[in-house]
């Protein structure tokens, strides 16, 4: 599904990713770890479109398409979701007006008939159910006033409602508490299929145990450095990350 | 009823030049000041942030409109409408019939006290301009005890090049009265044209007033419009200042209120583009006390464009227990965009409650950048987000038609820039 090669980026001069590899098939899950400075933001970063980074070198190819030449809109019109790290709070833009308005566009780009206001609000109960996300919540400000817990599982509720073939999770278990990690992961995992796929980009093993992954990669100083089976990530657990500063440093 | 609405023809220009529909005993105060007085430049006060240049360097004339149908000019389908062209009333486009309670008046119908009351004319040349030369206007009165069902809108509408277009139109809101107004101020084949408007107010006891402004001029038109408002006591009157379009345009809101237990709200957005410059200049004047004023001002200024917010709240000596709200918020979509915000609270009671803050700020570009990571165009991520700042301003005009219409421009304006 997606296919990055040798991918180098900086940001005000300095390089962050350093010839980074990875290729992800739908069906899959992979979990991205590694110490911080390493590079895993900036990589959801790059693949989200911002424009604050600079790609040097190499592609991204994304079902056949070069996602780098693509316009941040556009990627998410081909199917790309990032659920950010830090959902920016937006007063006065309701949650649901906005998805509706984004569901659409999407659907413009892909020839699709729009959706009906009845067929989308069954789709917001839906959808909002998933993640025990009170329907208040889904019609208020995008993230005006939400906890942190509720920002992240607004993620998962726009991730269903938007259906992509790859979402890439930036450190969706930061600040959450392990209940709420429970009904995020739980929201993850019952989207899952077949023909979609997760970039699962994580500092702490514990979200794994929640979303077990198909590929652990370790991200260290720009580039994967190991990669393996989820106990990989056990691996980590138990010996931290000097393992690899030593084993991969220059 | 009175005769101005039985008049079939406007009034045209004579061939020495055109009667001014003031008194006599007015109109030579405003030669007397007329006759020694200069534009004011950037050194008055008042008039620090906008150059008049473009105004008192041209020559305006009054001009015969040829305007024959103002459908496209309302904002209200069903409605009691007053229509001016170029400043001259027109009784044949204007409503024939009208509410019994509406009672309409030419200016020399009505006690004359209350014609320019409260509107200086020392040192102040527009207001002596428009007193000396105002072709057109009408007095309405809304009778004590009623609650008019349909609103009352007043459509001005300019045509023509440099064309000078003068009204003073007066509102009085009986006692126990309410009613709702809706005024526009539109262009047709219209450039340069000069458009100096007062408006005089008056605010009966425990009346209702509500009044929707819209400006909609094109970008090369100059428009200077003053509201003085007075109002008695137990009263509630809102304004809603609306500026979508316009070359020049400088709003003048003037209120007194001098009886106790009034709500006084005003409230306004301005959208510019290109080299607009719009500047509103208010003044709520809390004479007496137990009284409650809100003040919501928001600005959407993009390119080259200017804008000017300058709130003067007055609380005098013996106005206790005065709650007075002033906010003034920006958004700068370009670099050259530039706004002059001015709060100014002059407070001489000691038992009040009051506030004011304004905000000069960019759009959040992280928000834009999340709104388009889900799939919106940046177009349509930076509409969603402006609406979204504006619409506490738009939440306070009542009538749909007319948040229908200002929804709609600022769409056009969105459909329209980059």
Known sequence: MISIKNLHASIDGKEILKG???EVK???????????????????SILAGREEYEVTEGSVDFDGKDLLDLETEDRAREGLFLAFQYPVEIPGVSNINFLR???????????????????????????????????????????????????????????????PKLSILDETDSGLDIDALRIVANGVNKLKTKDNASIVITHYQRLLDYIVPDFVHVLYDGKIVKTGPKELALELEEKGYDWIKEEFSI | MSELLNSTEIKLINANGFEGVLNNSLKEK???????????????EAWKYTRLGKISKNQFDVKNPTLNSIEEFKIVGNAYT???????????????????????NSLSEIDQQYLGKNVKLDNEIFNSLN??????GVAITIKKNSIIDLPIQILHITEGTKTSSTTRNIIIAEDNSQSNFIEAFHSFNAENTLENSITEVFVGKNSHLHIDKVQVQNETCYHISTEQVEQDKDSTFTINTITLNGGLVRNNLNIDVKGENCTTNLNGVYQLKGNQHVDNHT???????????????????????????NGKVFVRRDAQKINAFQSNGNVLLSDDATVNSKPELEIYADDVKCSHGSTTGQLDEEAVFYLR?????????????????????????????????????????????K
């Open chain 2, 82 to 104: 007053f229509v001016f062209l170029n400043g001259f009333f027109s009784p044949e486009l204007s409503s024939k019939e009208f509410d019994k309670n509406i009672t309409v």
């Open chain 1, 26 to 44: 739908a069906g899959e899950v992979h979990a991205i770890m590694g110490p911080n400075g390493a590079g895993k933001s900036t990589l959801a």
């Open chain 2, 30 to 44: 405003a030669s007397e000041v007329l006759e020694n007085i200069k534009f004011p430049t950037t050194r008055t």
């Open chain 2, 131 to 136: 007193t000396q030369f105002s072709t057109g």
């Open chain 1, 20 to 22: 980074l590899n990875l």
């Open chain 2, 373 to 417: 990571a889900r799939g919106l165009s940046e177009k349509s991520a930076r509409k969603l987000i402006v609406s979204a700042f504006i619409n506490d301003v738009i939440e306070k005009i009542n009538n749909e038609e007319v948040v229908h219409y200002v929804q709609q421009k600022i769409e056009e304006r969105f459909s329209t820039t």
């Open chain 2, 283 to 309: 003044v709520v004047d809390h004479l007496v006390p137990n009284c409650e004023s809100n003040e919501l001002y928001k600005g959407i200024i993009d390119e080259k464009s200017t804008a000017v917010f």
């Open chain 1, 101 to 163: 308005a984004a569901l659409n566009e999407i659907r413009e780009y892909k020839g699709e008939e729009q959706v009906s206001a009845k067929d989308f609000m069954t789709m917001v109960r839906e959808k909002s159910a998933l993640v025990e996300l009170d329907s208040k919540l889904a019609s208020r400000s995008v993230n005006e006033g939400f906890s942190g817990g509720e920002k992240k599982r607004n993620e998962i509720f726009q991730m269903a409602m938007l259906n």
